[in-house]
Nanobody, 124 residues
Framework: HVQLVESGGGSVQTGGSLSLSCTVI????????LAWFRQVPDMEREGVAA???????FYADSVEGRFTISRDIAKNLLHLQMNNLKPEDTATYYC???????????????????WSQGTQVTVS
């Protein structure tokens, strides 16, 4: 059984920074790739950044160069550092996990099995 428990988020002004963390509780070591997604009301949940078990990273064009995803495998932690935030980054953010690595589907929502509860990020 896998649980993802995220923390962080909050409100910040345009141009500011925020960080998100996600604790991966995975006793069976089922999780390979991890990712961050975000969602605004009435819109599809979109992939923001992903990292596989070899720490290869993938980013959506909209956040490339501003967001950094990282993971501490020994501590079972996933992080998202968000810099130069824009109002369009406002959303509920989720961390997600799946039990395989794939370059071609790194940011595809339907491929992720495990999800956190979500945390709000507001940029004004």
């Amino acid at each position: 059984h896998v649980q993802l428990v995220e923390s962080g988020g909050g409100s910040v002004q345009t141009g500011g920074s925020l960080s998100l963390s996600c604790t991966v509780i995975d006793h069976s070591r089922d999780v390979s790739s991890l990712a961050w997604f975000r969602q605004v009301p009435d819109m599809e949940r979109e992939g923001v950044a992903a990292i596989d078990s070899d720490t290869q990273t993938f980013y959506a064009d909209s956040v490339e160069g501003r967001f950094t995803i990282s993971r501490d495998i020994a501590k079972n932690l996933l992080h998202l550092q968000m810099n130069n935030l824009k109002p369009e980054d406002t959303a509920t953010y989720y961390c997600a996990g799946r039990d395989y690595d794939s370059d071609y589907e790194a940011l595809e929502r339907w491929t992720y099995r495990y999800w956190s509860q979500g945390t709000q990020v507001t940029v004004s």
